[in-house]
C-alpha cells in the first residue's frame, strides 16, 4: 500500500500529546448536568423523599407527582384541573412546570474563552493502573505518575418552578403542605449524583366546586443550579491528566573526589574541609547567553560580551556625570512633577511660577490654576462653569447668540437692570410689549398689559348691547330627536353685536345623557325658530335615539 508523505512541521497544527490520552478504559465518564438533571431532581425529591400521600377510606393513598406538558399546563390554566381518559377529575394530584431560568449573578464565573476554559476543578483519582500500589514500587522507591481529571467550571443558574396541588379536603392538602414547607432549603436530588439547593416560597389556597369538591393550593419553588456541557464545540468539558515520572540517574566511580580537589595557592587542597568536599567540580553553561547592550547615556564596560556561565564576567554601567545628592548635573530639557528650579528671572518652585511664562503648545493642568496679573486669549475660551466676580465691567457684543443652560430646572439671576430692544419668548409665546393702553383698541396678542392699563380699565365703556351679550348664558333641553344624528332645540343663537367675535360653536357646551359630548364631532345651524345640534355618529361612536336627553348650555337669544 502507498504510504502518503508526511505534512511537514510548518504546516501542522498546534498539538500537544499530552491533553491526548484515551478515556476507553476509564470508569470516570465525563461529567454533564443538563436542565433535565434539575427537573429529575425535583421530580425524584418529591416521588422518592417528600412522599406526599393522604388518607381516604382509612386507606393511605401516594399522590402522584407528574410534569406538566405544554397540553396539559394548557388544561390546567383553562379548567383549573385535570381530568383522565374517562373525563373523571384527577384528585389528589401534583403538577408541576418549570416557569424561568436566569443566570445567577451571587457566583459569576468568567470561563476567559468558552471554547478553552481557563478556569477548572481538579480532582485526583485515588487509584488506578497508573496509580497502583505494589511491593515492588515500595522496595525499589518508586513513586507511580498520579492521574488527575480536570473539569470545567460550570454556569450556575437560578431556575424557577410553579406547583399545584389538589387534594378533596383541606386536611388532606394540611399533611401535603406541611411535608413540602419543611423540606425548605434542603438540597434537592438523586443520592449519587447532582444535588441542588431549594427554596419555597409563598404558598397560596384556593376552593372551586366543579361536580365535587376540590382544595387547590399552589406554591413556588426556587432552584440553585449549574449547566455544564459534556461537550461544547468539540471541546470535553471533562479532560485527563498523568504526571510525568521520575527517572533518577546515579553512577559508580572509582576515582577518588580528594584527586579532583583544585589546590589552592598556597598548597592547601581548598576544595575540601573537615574531610568534605566544599567545591562544585562542575560547571554548567547555556546555550543562549546573557548579553548587555549599551544605549544612550549609558555605557557598558563590556558591551555585547555575553554570559553564558562558563566563565565570571564582570560588567560596570556608568551614564556619564555624577548624579549623587551633592553633583551638579546638567540635562538639556527636564521633566519632573516637582520643580524648584531658578533660570534668571523666572522662578519654578513647588509652590507656584514666579515671572514671565511663554507657553507655544499645549497646557494642560489636573488642579486649579490662580492668576494674579491679566489672562488674554486670542482663540476661543470653553469652559464648563464660569464664575465672574467683577467691579465694573463694559461688554459690546457686536453679533452673536448666547444661550443659557441645559434644563427647565436651571436657574439665571441677574441683579440690575436688564434692558432688552428686541422681542423675548416666553414657554413658546413672543412678547414684544408692555403695553398701559386700558382700552385694549390694539388687541394685539404680543403685548403684556400692567398694572396701570387694568386699574384704568372702565368696564361702563362697553355698549348695552355688548354688556347683555356677554351675560347671555341660558340652558336648554332638546325637544325632539329629529334623526340619528340630529337633536332640536327650542331656541334662537344670539346675535352678536358690533365689534365682538360671531357666536360659533365654541360659545356651547352639550351634554347627552350626563356626558360631555367633544366639540370636534358636533356642529349647530339655526333653522329658522329651531336650534339644531348636528352629531357625526361615525365620529362619536353612536347614533341618537329618541329617549336620549341632551342638554346644551350657551349663548341662546333667550
Known sequence: MERKKPIPRSQRNEFNRGNKLSRNTDDVKNLSVGIMDMDSAIMYYFNE?????????DEKVKVPCIYASPERWTQVSKQGFLRDKKRQIITPLIV??????????NIPVDKLDANDPKLFYTFQKKYSQQNRFDKFSVQKNLEPNREY?????????TLTYEFIVWTSYIEQMNRIVEKVNYSDGAYWGEPGKMRFKTRIENFSDSSQVDGERLIKTTFGVTLDGYILPETFNNYTTTQKYLTPKKLVIRENVDTNLEELAIEDKGGDKGGFEGGELTKDIFSVSISNPFTLEQGLGVSISNNGIGFDGSAPLT?????????STNANVQFNTLTTNELNIGTGTTKFTDGGISGSVALTGSFVTSQSATILGDLTVTGSLVSDLLIIQVTTRSVDFSSGSNEFGDTLDDKHEFTGSVDISGSFILNGYSVNEISNDSTFIDESPTALVTEQAIANFNVSTLTTDETTYLRKQFYKTSSDIVSTNTASFNAITASAPSGVTTTSINDFVFFINGQYME???????QTGSAFHLEVNTTSIGYDLESDDEILAIGKFDS
Open 149 to 157: 481529571y480536570n473539569v470545567a467550571m460550570p454556569d450556575y443558574m
Open 96 to 105: 408541576f412546570k418549570r416557569t424561568g431560568m436566569e443566570r445567577n449573578d
Open 519 to 525: 366639540h370636534d364631532a358636533i356642529a349647530i345651524r
Open 49 to 57: 423523599v417528600i412522599k406526599p400521600s393522604v388518607e381516604i377510606n
Open 315 to 323: 560588567q560596570e554601567i556608568s551614564i556619564g556625570q555624577d548624579v
